[in-house]
């Protein structure tokens, strides 16, 4: 007989009562709402699928560290567990619907599974929604994306937003530039992480990343003061994209009345950005420990070979539930153990929840 408790479960797992499960599942409708009406198509991808495929190149080659393996008895193949539905869109595109017309827009909402925990993220199993919009490459569709992340947020009512924009090639065009090696890449790496300023300042080398380091605030601010730092001319180009992402980003706001949004700029940011190839942003809100989402441009590779651009988000389910207060829904009908069908029927077609007693 085992000497677990039944209620016991592993680390970084839990189970989701009432009334939480049902805020979750109406946070997800209301999310897909959103991306619905923006013309996001629902897919939903199987919950393990071949190694090689899951952690192919573009989203799902960062995924190895975190991700569940098991040999299949039927195949005889390794399997992955997803740790990251992004990788699983990344796929569905980019074979069996490489042939559709483009700009593509799909949509999820998917629970996931990581081998390891964050401080930030405990959870290891949790749900993320999100949307993908593959073959379009225009300022508008990156704006797109960052709108319906938020929207969808502010519609499930979470509060004191803000968008934390960056442009995670800046960092690499300036370890370029400096001609730096393996070592020295990832020693300056580390010293980002820790946002060592004195470390960073004591590296010749790492002059213009101590300016972006500086340069980090409000969007305003940082666009005009990372205009006027020295940087390779692909680095200079990606921050004038960067300046007209911001623009039309606030456009957008402001035509769908979320103008108590914050938008700031930390071009230093890395983490999560691996794949990532344009700018990439990260959403926070005051009131809720780490991150609410993810997202940015990047690009994705089909099974033929072919290259196209793709943005997308992800909005992670277990920090979203943080900041929003569930109402608990125990407002019954109460009615006779012997009350006849009939009259629980009319009942319910009324809108009463009943309950026979």
Known sequence: MSDLHPSLLPNGLTDLLAPQGEGEANIINQCMSVFSSFGYERVKPPLVEFEECLLGSGPGETLSAQTFRMMDPVSGRMLGVRADTTAQ????????????KRPLRLSYAADILRVKS????????????GCELIGGDATKDDVEIMLVALKALSGCGVKNLSVDLTIPSIVDALFDKEKLDGEEREQLNTLLKKRDRDGLAENKK???????LDASGVADD????????????????????LKVVYEELTKALEAYGLTDIGITVDLIERRGFEYKKGVGFTIFSKNIRGELGRGGRYQLQHASGAVEQASGFTLYMDSIMQGVVFQSTKEYQVVSENASWDDIKEMQDKGLKVIRS
């Open 222 to 241: 940082a666009i005009r003061t990372v205009s006027k730092i020295k940087l390779p001319a692909e680095a200079k180009e990606n921050v004038k994209h």
């Open 118 to 129: 964050s401080q930030l993220r405990p959870a290891r199993q949790f749900c993320q929604v």
């Open 89 to 100: 869109i990344a796929r569905i595109a980019g074979s069996r619907l490489a042939d559709e």
């Open 206 to 212: 790492a002059k213009a990343l101590v300016e972006l």
